[in-house]
């Protein structure tokens, strides 16, 4: 996206679809980005900010998820944002396997070709020989022979890598197109508790696959400058989708990253979209920690590599939150 279609974007957002997907009156004006002030700041610990949490509102009371004697169908979850580099496959790995944690079964789906939830999961995309690929596009594999299990139980992934990328262009002259991955995912939606859709950096064909499958998206929104001007655009594409091929989609949160309390900064920016967004902003917030980069070395999750760190125990409230979320609606 251009910085001009951006300020379009933000200045249309105004009387635009509202997070939760109906249209008309009542939508967030989009906030102001100018005038953030820069880097530097405090390093002290807020107790305030303790008390009510970083997105400033007190922490609600969620309830302990229930055990599951029965599993499926599956609530189908896209984890979308059209930037690169915001916390989408690290948000899919770690909140799948926070969920999986809590004894929900998880199928994790990579929908990115350059195979980073694969790789985070310790899977090397260059070495598959079957995909996700091969289900979308091929007529004769079946999907247990592409569903790999992980080192995490209860955690499933299905495996992408640089094919996915020729399916953007031969899905096109498929019938029907849009609908392509939710008739793959159908077949095993009964064997999960949740589904999670990491999209690629894109708003195409295959994110568009996605939000078809979808009922509802999380938001990774990098506590940066600018980053609301991404989020105008994809509530835009999400209505378009609502309008077209999927009237139930709606948006589950967005979800703060790369959080840095010790700059005015990532506050301000914080600040911003809960203004903006209201309650649609998950009360978790990831901070930024090079404990992440480390897991993706590691091929595995941040709850078992660093089980006890606030990196892994954000990742554990997001979970409750998306569940307690995913029930009322
Ligand atoms: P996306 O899927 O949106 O492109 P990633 O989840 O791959 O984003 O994250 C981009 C990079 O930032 C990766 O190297 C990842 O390890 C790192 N990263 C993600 N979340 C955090 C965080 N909270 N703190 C520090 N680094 C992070
Ligand atoms: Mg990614």
């Known amino acids: 996206m251009t910085e001009e279609n951006g300020a379009r974007q933000l200045s249309e957002a105004e009387g635009g679809p509202t997070v939760d997907g109906s249209h008309g009156g009542g939508a967030p004006a989009a906030p102001e980005l100018t005038g953030l002030s820069p880097l530097l700041t405090a390093d002290e610990p807020d107790t305030a900010e303790a008390a009510l949490g970083l997105t400033g509102r007190p922490w609600p009371d969620l309830p302990e998820p229930s055990p599951l004697d029965v599993h499926g169908p599956a609530t189908i979850v896209a984890v979308c944002n059209q930037k690169g580099g915001v916390g989408k496959t690290t948000t899919t790995i770690n909140l799948g396997a926070a969920l999986a944690e ?3 079964r998880v199928l994790l789906v990579d929908f990115d070709p350059q195979g980073s939830l694969s790789v985070g999961l310790g899977i090397n995309p260059h070495t598959l020989e079957l995909s996700i690929y ?3 596009l091929g007529r004769d594999t079946g999907i247990d022979e592409v569903i790999t299990q992980t080192g995490v139980p209860g955690l499933d992934i299905l495996p992408s890598n640089i ?10 002259s498929e019938v029907a197109r849009e609908q392509t991955l939710l008739r793959v995912l159908e077949k095993v939606r009964d064997r999960y508790d949740l589904i ?6 894109s708003l195409g064909l295959l994110t568009i696959n996605a939000l078809t499958a979808a009922e509802s998206v999380i938001m990774p929104l990098e506590c940066e400058f600018f980053a609301l001007r991404g989020i105008v655009l994809l509530t835009d594409t999400i209505a378009k989708v609502q309008d077209r ?5 709606k948006i ?6 790369m959080y840095d309390g010790r700059t005015l900064h990532s506050r301000e920016v914080l600040e ?16 930024r920690t090079v404990k992440f980069p480390e897991t993706t070395v590691a091929g595995e999750p941040i709850t ?4 006890a760190s606030a990196g892994a125990e954000s990742y554990r409230f997001l979970a409750r939150e998306v569940l307690a979320r995913c029930r009322v609606g």
Do not use: W
């Open 102 to 104: 809590l004894d929900r």
């Open 134 to 136: 091969n289900l979308l």
């Open 163 to 172: 094919d996915l990328s020729a399916a953007e262009v031969q899905l096109v």
């Open 196 to 201: 999670l859709i990491d999209c690629a950096p």
């Open 245 to 249: 091929l999927n009237p139930k989609l």
């Open 252 to 257: 589950l949160g967005i979800l703060g990253t």
């Open 272 to 287: 911003r979209v809960v203004q903006a967004f209201g309650d649609t902003v998950f009360h978790s917030v990831i901070r």
């Open 304 to 307: 078992t590599y660093a089980s």
